[in-house]
């Protein structure tokens, strides 16, 4: 049962933006915090960004803060990742994350994933 599927991924140039959303199941979004993570080839899963069911409260890991804006809707069930200023360094496959909270997405509580959407930045 797809619970969290993501899309907006797709091929671009160095400099240019990409805004991905993950639209999710009510059952998994409501009241709870929401996230994104990152796999580059060869790399381990990293932490993106996550937001708070609130939007008031969001984390940012060091290599997109300033980049990147993480979003929700709550009456539509989905969160998005605007990209901007993207690298290189920035392709990777984009997980689409729900926990309990911000907080806790932030030190790897997840409680769903959805399958991914693949970013290329060519140079």
């Known amino acids: 049962q797809v619970q969290l599927v993501e899309s907006g991924g797709g091929l671009v140039q160095a400099g240019d933006s990409l805004r991905l959303s993950c639209a999710a199941s009510?059952?998994?979004?409501?009241?709870?915090?929401m996230g994104w993570f990152r796999r580059a080839p060869g790399k381990e899963r990293e932490f993106v960004a996550t937001?708070?069911?609130?939007?008031?409260?969001?984390y940012y890991s060091d290599s997109v803060k300033g980049r990147f804006t993480i979003s929700r809707d709550n009456d539509k069930n989905t969160v998005y990742l605007q990209m901007n200023s993207l690298k290189p360094e920035d392709t990777a496959v984009y997980y689409c994350?729900?926990?309990?909270?911000?907080?806790?997405?932030?030190?790897?509580?997840?409680?769903?994933w959805g399958q991914g959407t693949q970013v290329t930045v060519s140079s």
């Open positions: 994350a729900g926990g309990v909270t911000a907080a806790a997405i932030l030190r790897n509580g997840i409680d769903y």
């Open positions: 937001i708070s069911w609130s939007g008031g409260t969001t």
């Open positions: 009510g059952r998994i979004f409501r009241g709870r915090g």
